[in-house]
């Protein structure tokens, strides 16, 4: 197995592919930028990231419910600290590494196996469910308001079906035969953890609305849906896509794809680039900030099996 420096060296060379593939773009039209006029708005850019802060709570606590509903003995702290760390994991290849960097962190709490596998495959299970229902409900929306292009429609249609038929049919599967150990334990979990889910996808998508509105140009009008519509699908791809670290280049292509019948392609690349720099500077700073987090804050039991 390549080792951690390798993966991060990888996710690194990935990473400059990705700056360097949208600065190309944008140098390429630079004649066409000229003919618009910038602006930069802090009060939105604060917003964007009281957004995306907010999309990072709601996605931790899910992971820290889902524990708590196996009646493990784990601190929000501990359980916070434990997702935002492992959640480091998906910029390394393959992206289960987020999966097993979860996991890790919660066997350093002396959490049994079965509990950890359950709390963080069934969190990543409710996010792909979550995120693709919530795409697939946009993008119907703006279906209905003739917003969405022929083409996109028609990619992006079969693909959230299919991912949200198995998510359901995976679901289902764990509600219908759930373990002996907690036989409600599924029900009650997806009644309390998928609004939050919800909240989640959506101070997400609000995060990124707010962003783009920051980055402000003339002539360009933003839609709410819109923005939110590819914002969201993005993302359910970068998870399904689970070979790329940080569904790195996947995402932006995402972006591209969905936004280009909307926007002139140096912008899309524009906001696709600030929106990966801002939300992976607000991980690492996160992160730093749970590492000093030490000592009984974060030291967690397992209370039944």
């Known amino acids: ?4 420096r390798f993966r991060s060296r990888i996710f690194l060379i990935l990473f400059c592919l990705v700056v360097g593939g949208m600065g190309y773009i944008i140098v390429r039209h630079v004649h066409q930028i000229r003919t618009y006029r910038f602006a930069l708005h802090p009060p939105m850019l604060v917003l964007a990231v009281f957004f995306f802060a907010l999309n990072f709570l709601f996605t931790h606590t899910v992971f820290y419910l889902y524990c708590r509903f196996q009646q493990v003995s784990i601190p929000y702290i501990g359980a916070l600290k434990a997702s935002v760390l492992g959640g480091l994991g998906k910029y390394v290849p393959i992206k289960v590494g987020t999966v097993i960097g979860k996991y890790m962190l919660l066997k350093v709490h002396n959490i049994r196996s ?6 963080v495959g069934f969190e990543t299970i409710t996010f792909i469910f979550s995120g693709t229902l919530l795409a697939w409900s946009f993008m119907r929306s703006l279906q209905k308001q003739a917003l969405l292009a022929p083409e996109v429609s028609n990619l992006s249609g079969p693909l959230l079906g299919a991912v949200l038929v198995l998510a359901c049919l995976f679901l289902l599967g764990l509600v219908a035969f759930p373990p002996k150990a907690a036989p409600r334990f599924y029900l009650s979990a997806l009644a309390v953890v998928l609004p939050l889910a919800f909240l989640s996808w959506l101070s997400g998508a609000a995060g990124f609305y707010c962003l783009a509105k920051a980055i402000d140009v003339s002539q360009l009008q933003h839609n709410f849906f819109v923005l939110s519509f590819a914002f969201v699908v993005s993302y359910v791809v970068g998870f399904i896509v689970i070979f790329m670290p940080g569904g790195i280049g996947i995402r932006e292509g995402a972006l591209i794809v969905t936004l280009k019948p909307f926007y002139p392609l140096w912008y899309i690349s524009i906001l696709a680039l600030a929106c990966r720099i801002l ?11 749970f590492i000093r987090v030490k000592g009984s804050q974060t030291t967690g039991s397992v209370t039944d099996g």
Do not use: G, I
């Open 114 to 119: 079965r509990q950890a596998w359950r709390a």
């Open 1 to 4: 197995m390549p080792s951690t």
């Open 279 to 289: 939300l992976t500077l607000m991980e690492l700073v996160t992160a730093f900030a």
